[in-house]
């Protein structure tokens, strides 16, 4: 007796991409060098967190970068100072690592929009600005496709409001800005903390950032062809 198996499709995405498809020779070395020099890059970024998120008031303060540039770097502290997760399904340091990167992802939009004006905050912020680069290639070359879920919420910044005050406000309204300078000082001192050895430990399991935001990718995409 003879019998068939047949398969039933459960997903919008055709089945071929469902299915892993063949690896080069020395993907796997290849890919590991990527999520080491990943982590260690990350490592150092949010680290930096801190002073990090003072050069972007600065940035923001100048009204020689574009007023659109001003707003998104304004939502960026924002989705800071809100607590909320750019990779889903992932805290502290990991949780920090998706901050860090919409904020790179606002400065290279800024970067491209007032050239002049930001090459004078790559002397001034040269600690935040000289990394961004290399963090921004080696984040697409280890996060993929799915890299364009924190692309997507990199666009959706100048959006972002937190406790009445829109991140549109506190570029445009003096008494909001001034809001905002307050709440990222205040921030500083009783909600993000950053201990060296914790973020270590925990950007061990950086590969959870790649493999959430990817499963975000596709969920994305499957509800868009349903």
Same mark, same amino acid.
């Given at each position: 007796?003879?019998?068939?198996?047949?398969?039933?499709?459960?997903?919008?995405?055709?089945? #071929?991409?469902?299915?892993? /498809?063949?690896?080069?020779?020395?993907?796997?070395?290849?890919?590991?060098? #990527?999520? +080491? $020099?990943?982590?260690?890059?990350?490592? +150092?970024?949010?680290?930096?967190? /801190?002073? !990090?998120?003072?050069?972007?008031?600065?940035?923001?303060? +100048? /009204?020689?970068?574009?007023?659109?540039?001003?707003?998104?770097?304004?939502?960026?502290?924002?989705?800071?100072?809100?607590?909320? =997760?750019?990779? /889903?399904?992932?805290?502290?340091?990991?949780?920090?690592?998706? =901050?860090?990167?919409?904020?790179?992802?606002?400065?290279?939009?800024?970067?491209?929009? =007032?050239?002049?004006? @930001?090459?004078?905050?790559?002397? *001034?912020?040269?600690?935040? @600005?000289?990394?961004?680069?290399?963090?921004?290639?080696?984040?697409?070359?280890?996060?993929?496709?799915? @890299? *364009?879920?924190?692309?997507?919420?990199?666009?959706?910044?100048?959006?972002?409001?937190?406790?009445?005050?829109?991140?549109?406000?506190?570029?445009? !309204?003096?008494?909001?800005?001034?809001?905002?300078?307050?709440?990222?000082?205040?921030?500083?001192?009783?909600?993000?903390?950053?201990?060296? +050895? !914790?973020?270590? &430990?925990?950007?061990?399991?950086?590969?959870?950032?790649?493999?959430? =935001?990817?499963? &975000?990718?596709?969920?994305?995409?499957?509800? #868009? $062809?349903?």
């Amino acid at each position: 007796e003879m019998r068939f198996v047949t398969g039933v499709q459960t997903c919008a995405l055709p089945i #071929s991409r469902l299915c892993a /498809p063949l690896r080069p020779v020395g993907y796997e070395t290849k890919r590991n060098m #990527s999520r +080491d $020099r990943f982590a260690e890059l990350m490592e +150092d970024a949010v680290n930096a967190l /801190p002073s !990090d998120l003072k050069s972007l008031l600065r940035i923001i303060e +100048d /009204p020689e970068v574009s007023e659109d540039s001003r707003i998104q770097l304004a939502g960026a502290l924002i989705h800071v100072l809100s607590r909320a =997760s750019a990779v /889903p399904g992932v805290r502290g340091s990991l949780q920090h690592v998706g =901050s860090v990167l919409l904020c790179r992802l606002a400065l290279e939009k800024a970067t491209e929009t =007032s050239p002049e004006a @930001m090459a004078v905050h790559m002397e *001034s912020e040269a600690e935040l @600005m000289e990394p961004l680069e290399e963090q921004l290639k080696v984040a697409r070359e280890f996060l993929g496709e799915g @890299m *364009s879920v924190l692309v997507d919420s990199a666009d959706k910044l100048n959006k972002l409001n937190f406790e009445g005050h829109s991140a549109e406000e506190c570029v445009r !309204d003096v008494d909001a800005g001034t809001w905002l300078y307050d709440a990222v000082h205040e921030a500083l001192v009783e909600i993000i903390e950053i201990d060296e +050895d !914790d973020v270590h &430990r925990e950007l061990k399991d950086v590969a959870r950032i790649a493999k959430r =935001s990817e499963e &975000r990718r596709v969920g994305k995409e499957c509800r #868009s $062809r349903w």
